[in-house]
């Protein structure tokens, strides 16, 4: 009950005050469950792609960071094939920036922003073969993780806008 009504607080803080390229909302009455859009960073190999997520958070969110799954297939260091977002790098990333618990939405969808335009600043890597690739051939990596976001996440309104 107390995750619920802090999401319900923090959900009317983001629509009153919202990100530019972050959209994020309820599933439905189920607070606990969330879907989120975020536009690609402009320095990043994901320009031009609007990513789709579900977050998951738990009875006893703002002390444990929620589960993250990648709904648009994505070529990234700590995202696994199925999609899922590696937990440990997202606390490590987390705490790495300072923060600890208790985490806030707010705080949570800016770091999610912040894994697309540093992939590389974790220091777990839940996927051997892309962290491999991105220190052997970083112009490899970045090829392939623009050509899987023009495959797979493309926004059709930026590339005729400026892609």
């Known amino acids: 009950m107390e995750a619920s009504n802090r999401l319900r607080q923090e959900a009317a803080d983001l629509r009153n005050n919202p990100f530019a390229d972050i959209f994020a909302g309820p599933v439905s009455e189920d607070l606990l469950n969330w879907r989120v859009m975020i536009q690609g960073p402009e320095n990043s190999p994901y320009k031009y792609g609007l990513f789709h997520l ?13 589960d993250v799954t990648f709904k ?15 937990p440990w790098c997202l606390k490590e990333w987390l705490v790495d920036v300072g ?21 590389y600043s974790c220091r777990s890597h839940l996927t051997t073969e892309v962290r491999d690739m991105h220190q052997v051939n970083p112009q ?24």
């Open 140 to 163: 490899l990596f970045e090829a392939t993780a623009k050509e899987w976001t023009g495959r797979y996440a493309c926004d059709e309104r930026h590339m005729r806008a400026g892609g």
């Open 72 to 86: 648009t297939k994505i070529f990234h260091p700590m995202v696994e094939s199925s999609g899922k977002l590696c």
């Open 54 to 66: 579900q977050v998951e958070h738990g009875v006893d969110y703002a002390s444990v960071v929620p």
């Open 99 to 119: 923060l600890v618990p208790p985490y806030n939405l707010r705080t949570l969808l800016q770091t999610l922003r912040s894994l697309l335009e540093n992939p």
